[in-house]
């Protein structure tokens, strides 16, 4: 009976789908947000409703659409438009394979399913909960991704047929969400470091900082976010003994 | 209801590359052990893309070498704050909202 009881409460303990759509929640004025927006600009490049949901159903990708629509506006060429999306998009190579150990154990099908779903987002939410030592599992992901993905399609088509009464959402400061839950996400890194590394991990925003506001002013800014990324993240590794 | 082919083939092209770089490492981790140092730099990650993320939204992009979004950056501070104080997403980001609404309505 005691064992049933224990068995119980350490079911509850563990991670569910449930608690990944709960943990979801807190990012979705930003999914939301950026979504309308999104369809706001995408029905302003003359695509259809149809087009706007496609593309956020097989993309997926927040910036990448937003960069996707500008070509398309600008008349650029089927493999310029490709082979940019491939370089806005590649980060996801850095975040999958920092989230990707966590997974191992589990078919190749749900790691293509979770892979697939990654974004910014769901992987700064699961980043902090592996960064405070908590366990994470397959549902659990499931659950945060696919809330995210339903709302991000929901809220791309919803900007597309409404686009045209809506006015600029960054009026509203709702744009600015994104940042705020990246500063938040930030904070909660720090806060599950050592006191006694804290230091160091200062020092390397400082860096990532300069690194930005260096290289923006030779590349576009999606480059220089990859690029910064991986300088900083060597020299944490050759200073960090 | 229109569909153009030509954007659809854009947009098809655009999922496969996007779906390539997010997939893999999922494959390959599954194989193979990742050495130490790998998993050392993967550690730092997080922290220098959320950095890199935050500079991103107050860098504006235009003809002059480096311009920067002073509204954004004000909304920056006020938010950094309660994210230290409250450690809540959710509030961080309501907070954060409605420090760049009140920014942008009054300058």
Known sequence: ?241 | MSLNVSILLIILGSAIVTFIPRVVPFIVIRKIGLPKVVIKWLSFIPICIFTALIVDSFIIEDESLLSIDWRVLAAIIPTLIVAIWTKSLSVTVIVGVVCMATIRFVF
């Open chain 1, 1 to 241: 009976m005691n064992q049933l009881a224990n068995e119980i409460t350490f079911e509850k303990n563990l991670p569910s789908f449930s608690q990944g759509v709960k943990d979801c929640v807190p990012t979705l004025i930003g999914y939301i947000s950026i979504g309308i927006a999104m369809g706001i600009v995408g029905a302003a490049s003359n695509l259809s409703i149809l087009e706007v949901a496609l593309l956020s159903i097989l993309v997926y990708a927040g910036a990448a659409q937003f960069i996707i629509c500008a070509l398309l506006v600008s008349g650029s060429p089927f493999s310029v438009i490709v082979f940019t999306t491939f370089i806005v998009n590649l980060r996801h190579f850095l975040l999958s394979m920092t989230i990707a150990p966590s997974f191992k154990n589990y078919s190749l099908l749900k790691n293509f399913g979770i892979g697939t779903l990654l974004t910014d987002e769901s992987f700064g939410v699961a980043a902090n909960k592996i960064a405070k030592k908590e366990m994470i599992n397959a549902s659990w992901m499931n659950g945060l991704n696919l809330t995210a993905y339903f709302f991000w399609i929901l809220s791309c088509t919803l900007g597309a047929v409404f686009g045209k009464w809506i006015s600029n959402p960054e009026v509203l400061g709702l744009d600015f969400s994104l940042t705020a839950m990246f500063l938040a996400l930030l904070v909660l890194q720090l806060e599950s470091m050592k006191r006694s590394k804290l230091k160091f991990y200062l020092l390397l925003i400082t860096y990532v900082v300069l690194s930005m506001l260096v290289l923006c002013m030779f590349m576009p800014s999606y480059i220089a976010i990859l690029l910064s990324t991986i300088i900083v993240a060597t020299i944490g590794v050759v200073k960090d003994k």
